[in-house]
């Protein structure tokens, strides 16, 4: 499996930035995308998630009401649209991938050690 980030860069505030997830490789009829974020000092954080079977979603509360995830058709590339973009969202922007059944207990969307085939991130930066 490899997945590669693209999309990052630096905007203002208030900007908007659509983040891409190239996926190949993925074997498994049902999985997740999960886009996650590392900011310098912090742990790496999940954003947002997206099942393949049946395009549920999954959001951080910080991502909710400005982040969307989504995905095309052939659910090879998974976007994640940002508006209203704030200087906390500055952060190292990675996706992973885990099966989809997993998704179903609890919160396991969050936690990136749950992720594997990290891409090698792309960077966004918001300045005030």
């Known amino acids: 499996v490899q997945l590669v980030e693209s999309g990052g860069g630096l905007v203002q505030a208030g900007e908007s930035l659509t983040l891409s997830c190239a996926a190949s490789?993925?074997?498994?009829?049902?999985?997740?995308i999960g886009w996650f974020r590392q900011a310098p000092g912090k742990a790496r954080e999940g954003v947002a998630c997206i099942r393949s079977s049946d395009d549920s979603t999954y959001y951080a509360d910080s991502a909710k009401g400005r982040f969307t995830i989504s995905s095309d058709n052939a659910k090879t590339t998974v976007f994640l649209h940002m508006k209203n973009l704030k200087p906390e969202d500055t952060a190292d922007y990675f996706c992973?991938?885990?099966?989809?059944?997993?998704?179903?207990?609890?919160?396991?969307?969050?936690?990136?050690?749950?992720?594997?085939?990290w891409g090698p991130g792309t960077q966004v930066s918001v300045s005030s």
């Open positions: 992973g991938v885990t099966p989809g059944w997993f998704l179903k207990y609890g919160d396991n969307w969050r936690y990136p050690q749950f992720f594997e085939s």
């Open positions: 490789g993925i074997t498994f009829a049902d999985f997740a």
